[in-house]
T-cell receptor, first 115, second 110 residues
C-alpha cells in the first residue's frame, strides 16, 4: 500500500461547528505533515509530526488542533474557523523526518469550505 | 532553505521534451534540489531530487549545473497527463520541511 488517504474529500462547515479531518497511511512512515493550500497558491506547511510527537508548528492559529493517535493516523481538529480558512488541506507522510530519499507522499486533500 | 525562481508558465508539444528551468543562486553546499509536481485537484507528487550529479529515474532527468546555481528538469517525451504545476524546492536533506515556491505551470498541448 503506497497511498496516503484523506477523509472526507469535501467538507462544508459553519463558523461555530467542530469538525475533524483524517489522514491515514500504511507505509510505515514515521513523519506526517499537514499543509494548507489556497486557490492558485502553493501548499504551505502547517504542522509536522515525527514519531507521533509534534515537532513543527508553523505559527498556526489555535482553532486548528492536530493530533497523531498512532503512527498511521493523523487528524486535524477544526473549531471556530473563519471563511478565510477555506482551502485544500493536504496530508503527507515520509519515512523519517530527515535524511536522504526522504520524499514526501501526499494525499489527495480535503477541500474545506467555511460559511 | 535557499529561495528558487521558476518561470510562471511554459507550453510544450505532446511527444516533445519539456525542459523546466530553476534558478537557486543562493544554494548552500548541503542543500538538495527537489522537484514535485501537482496535477489539478490532486496532492503534490515527488519526481526526483539531486545534490550535484545529474539524476535520472523513470519519470524524469535532473540536470544540475556545475556551480549548482541552477537546474533543469527534463520530461523526455511529454504527454497530456504531464500538464501540471512543477515545483523546484531546495532544502537541507537533514530537514523535513518543504517550502513550495510559485512553481511553473506546464501546459502540454496536442
Amino acid at each position: 500500500d503506497t497511498e496516503v488517504t484523506q477523509t472526507p474529500k469535501h467538507l462544508v462547515m459553519g463558523m461555530t461547528n467542530k469538525k475533524s479531518l483524517k489522514c491515514e497511511q500504511h507505509m510505515g512512515h514515521r513523519a506526517m505533515y499537514w499543509y494548507k493550500q489556497k486557490a492558485k497558491k502553493p501548499p504551505e506547511l502547517m504542522f509536522v509530526y515525527s514519531y507521533e510527537k509534534l515537532s513543527i508548528n508553523e505559527s498556526v492559529p489555535s482553532r486548528f488542533s492536530p493530533e497523531c493517535p498512532n503512527s498511521s493516523l493523523l487528524n486535524l481538529h477544526l473549531h471556530a474557523l473563519q471563511p478565510e480558512d477555506s482551502a485544500l488541506y493536504l496530508c503527507a507522510s515520509s519515512r523519517h523526518n530527515s535524511g536522504s530519499y526522504n520524499e514526501q507522499f501526499f494525499g489527495p486533500g480535503t477541500r474545506l469550505t467555511v460559511l | 532553505d535557499a529561495k528558487t525562481t521558476q518561470p510562471p508558465s511554459m507550453d510544450c508539444a505532446e511527444g516533445r521534451a519539456a525542459n523546466l528551468p530553476c534558478n537557486h543562486s543562493t544554494i548552500s553546499g548541503n542543500e538538495y534540489v527537489y522537484w514535485y509536481r501537482q496535477i489539478h485537484s490532486q496532492g503534490p507528487q515527488y519526481i526526483i531530487h539531486g545534490l550535484k550529479n545529474n539524476e535520472t529515474n523513470e519519470m524524469a532527468s535532473l540536470i544540475i549545473t556545475e556551480d549548482r546555481k541552477s537546474s533543469t528538469l527534463i520530461l523526455p517525451h511529454a504527454t497530456l497527463r504531464d500538464t501540471a504545476v512543477y515545483y523546484c524546492i531546495v532544502r537541507v536533506d537533514a530537514g523535513n520541511m518543504l517550502t513550495f515556491g510559485g512553481g511553473t505551470r506546464l501546459m502540454v498541448k496536442p
